[in-house]
């Protein structure tokens, strides 16, 4: 049974540093490209970032470029997203996932998905 849990969430001010992890497990995870999408209430999941399984490719969206790091360990089976200068327009709930088509933007490109985690960013 594939799991993916996030953790790391939670509450930071505006300008504010936040680390997401996601553990996996139940798959090969060394096979899939990774990625982190995010939900704000009433709006579609977005993409956020994603890492291809080989590490050599990594993918953001331009809302977070610069500001955002994806990155992950074979070995341990996670994929991190360090969250810097966070700004309330970046409160969601975030999701991890994993796929088989490369670092890919689209939802459609993963197979699995966690359950997420909330952000909350105040001003």
């Known amino acids: 049974q594939v799991q993916l849990v996030e953790s790391g969430g939670g509450l930071v001010r505006a300008g504010g540093s936040l680390s997401l992890s996601c553990a996996a497990s139940?798959?090969?995870?060394?096979?899939?490209?990774m990625g982190w999408f995010r939900q704000a209430p009433g709006k579609e999941r977005e993409f956020v970032a994603a890492i291809s399984w080989s590490f050599e490719v990594t993918n953001y969206a331009d809302s977070v470029k610069g500001r955002f790091t994806i990155s992950r360990d074979n070995a341990k089976n996670t994929v991190s997203l360090q969250m810097s200068s966070l700004i309330p327009e970046d409160t969601a709930v975030y999701y991890c996932a994993a796929g088989l088509r490369g670092a890919v933007t689209h939802t459609f490109g993963y197979h699995y998905w966690g359950q997420g985690t909330q952000v909350t960013v105040s001003s």
């Open positions: 139940g798959v090969t995870f060394s096979a899939y490209a």
